[in-house]
């Protein structure tokens, strides 16, 4: 399996929780507040960035803990993996593989992690920020070193802005080397999320339109795609930048736009359950696209009580047929009883964790 051997200590509500013996299907059981999403937020930091809930470090210890969190996996192989904070430094972010110390970045290298939860039924509504922040993640899965060149870009990009937001004239050098690093690292991104979504499209085209209405995805870019096109418009763009005090072209203004195939409408238009469906469609289509060189896990957080029966026999079937390691909460057992008998399943009472 993906994962083995996870230990969540002083994590949320859980002062230390162990998860042995996964299998390819694993269920969290309990009540609401009792700490599955808690296990699922722990999984998403074995990946590069802030995990599911985009929290800051210091939220994510254990009321009352003053000495930091710790999260430990083991991979297949006997690769251990590790994130947490220290005491000492509470907002700075701590990452070991095999006992060594490493970049955040280097987490991508060893496991890809993709997730769908309740908070993101609003994607479609929200503004372009947040379809392209998960966008990035579905790459990031796909391609590890997307998150340098997107480290790199957001560096440049807060530089450039700095400087516009002087009340003297920035230095026309200083602003051409920034920009150079912004269209470098600029093209390097809108070229990996084209990629992806090129990907995505093909898996989605085989997909039946039901039982989960299929999606087609179309790259809007905020800029020139080709780094001299964009060092160009940055330079031309720096008259208008400087009077709204912020860079208007550019990658960071890209948008994925989503329309649903059947209606040919756009999901923002659509109903909150073609919306959820739609969501759902491009998650498996994603998962589908994990291959052999990185092991993959996917959480899913409360999906299966939301499906009617049918869409529920839909989504196991799929997972079935793919190669990520799969995490899934509910209330109770009842929905998952088509795959209980092949999941490791555990119950999730107050923080403490129990094999059923």
């Known amino acids: 399996m993906a994962l083995n051997r996870i230990l969540l200590s002083q994590f949320r509500n859980h002062a230390e929780s162990r998860l042995d013996d996964t299998r390819a299907f694993n269920l969290l059981v309990g009540e609401n507040g009792a700490g599955k999403t808690n296990v699922l937020e722990a999984l998403s ?92 993640r579905l790459v990031l899965a796909l391609e590890p070193g997307h998150a340098k060149n997107a480290a790199r870009l957001e560096s440049a990009l807060r530089e450039r802005n700095r400087l516009l937001a002087e009340p003297t004239e920035p230095d026309p050098q200083w602003l051409d080397a920034i920009e150079a690093q912004i269209a470098e690292a600029g093209a390097l991104v809108a070229q990996a999320r084209i990629r992806l979504i090129e990907r995505l499209a093909v898996e989605l085209a085989a997909l039946p339109g039901a039982p989960f209405a299929r999606p087609e995805l179309a790259y809007q870019p905020g800029g020139p795609l080709d780094e001299a096109d964009l060092a160009a418009a940055l330079k031309d763009s720096r008259r208008r930048d400087r009077a709204a005090q912020r860079t208007l072209v550019g990658p960071h203004r890209d948008e994925l736009a989503v329309t649903m195939a059947l209606k040919g409408q756009s999901a923002a238009e659509c ?61 109770e057992l009842l929905p998952f009883e088509a795959i209980a008998g092949e999941a490791a399943v555990w119950r999730v009472s107050e923080g403490l964790v129990e094999r059923v």
């Open 45 to 136: 930091l074995l990946a590069p960035g802030r995990g599911l809930r985009r929290a800051a470090l210091t939220d994510i210890p254990r009321q009352g803990n003053a000495s930091g969190f710790a999260v430990s996996a083991e991979l297949a192989g006997g690769v251990q993996l590790g994130t947490g904070t220290r005491p000492e430094r509470p907002a700075r972010r701590v990452v070991q593989v095999n006992g060594a110390e490493a970049p955040a970045v280097r987490l991508g290298e060893w496991l890809s992690v993709g997730w769908l939860t309740p908070a993101m039924d609003r994607l479609f509504m929200e503004g372009a920020g947040a379809r392209r922040r998960f966008l990035d």
């Open 271 to 331: 109903s909150t359950g073609e919306q959820k469906a739609m969501l759902i469609a491009i998650t498996l289509a994603h998962a589908a696209l994990l291959g052999p060189e990185r092991p993959g896990v996917l959480l899913l957080d409360e999906v299966a009580a939301h499906l009617d029966p049918l869409r529920r026999e839909a989504l196991f079937e799929r997972l079935k047929g793919g190669a990520a390691q799969v995490w899934l909460t509910g209330t």
